[in-house]
């Protein structure tokens, strides 16, 4: 089955299968609108039954440089911020599995997006960066997971900075799982991740992710409880599979 359709200015949605396909596709190197938050979210909240798999792509030469600001007046900011976060919940939430093709340069609201992927493949000439310090505004939303991903030292830097990284030293650090040379790479290691993505049940995935998630929390008794009672769980799952 394949379907291809659009609800929203600037996102496009391809279907096939158990893998839908959105395309980053708006002005200023993709630039996430508050109409294509919306609509992310939406669709990682509650995607289309029988779809396993969920691909974030870019189209031009840029995966994402951000996003828009349109807050005009104070007022404007707490909705403005309540539908960023609603994007970064739903990634960290949503039944689905993940995986982020970065072709190109990505910034800020954008690094995120993929870094919050389960699973995130770029070319080796991406650059990943958090600018908002350009602009004398630390990038609270980004520091609510960064220092989780990168450590302290690294999220300092990133933050404080806005220096760019490299793929390869987003890979060291943590941002992304691998970089390749080339966009052609870059197909064909999304389409092997997703294959492989693809040979599991859903359901061990959402286990996966649920345990990823818990622990995050935790002290180190409490981890190894919760990832015992787990094993057991999962154990008596697939016995009586």
């Given amino acids: 089955m394949t379907m291809t359709h659009s609800t929203v200015a600037g996102l496009d949605f ?3 299968g158990a893998v839908l396909t959105v395309r980053l596709d708006s002005a200023d190197g ?3 609108t508050m109409d294509m938050c919306d609509a992310l979210a ?3 909240t509650d995607p289309p039954e029988g779809v396993h798999v969920l691909v974030l792509s870019g189209a031009g030469e840029q995966f994402c440089m951000g996003r828009e600001r349109t807050a ?7 909705n403005e911020v309540r539908r960023l976060v609603a994007v970064n919940e739903a990634l960290a939430s949503t039944p689905l599995v993940t995986v982020a093709r970065v072709h190109g340069d990505a910034a800020g609201f954008g690094v995120g997006l993929a870094a919050l992927c389960d699973v995130a493949v770029a070319t080796r000439a991406a650059k990943l960066s958090f600018p908002e310090v350009r602009i004398n505004l630390a990038p609270a939303l980004v520091l609510a997971w960064l220092p989780h991903m990168v450590g302290r030292r690294a999220a300092f830097w990133l933050a404080a900075s806005g ?11 943590g941002l992304l ?3 390749v040379d080339d966009a052609d790479a870059l197909d064909a290691a999304v389409t092997g991740k997703v294959e492989a993505l693809l040979a599991a049940q859903p359901r061990v995935h959402t286990d996966i992710r649920t345990m990823l998630r818990s622990v995050q929390s935790l002290s180190e008794g409490q981890r190894n409880e919760l990832a015992s009672d ?3 769980l999962g154990s008596l799952r697939r016995l009586h599979s």
């Fill in 14 to 16: 391809h279907r096939d």
């Fill in 72 to 78: 005009a007046t104070p007022d404007d900011l707490p």
């Fill in 230 to 232: 787990r094993l057991v």
């Fill in 177 to 179: 799982n691998e970089v």
């Fill in 163 to 173: 220096a760019p990284v490299s793929g390869d030293e987003a890979v060291r650090i």
């Fill in 30 to 32: 993709n630039l996430m």
């Fill in 42 to 44: 939406a669709v990682l």
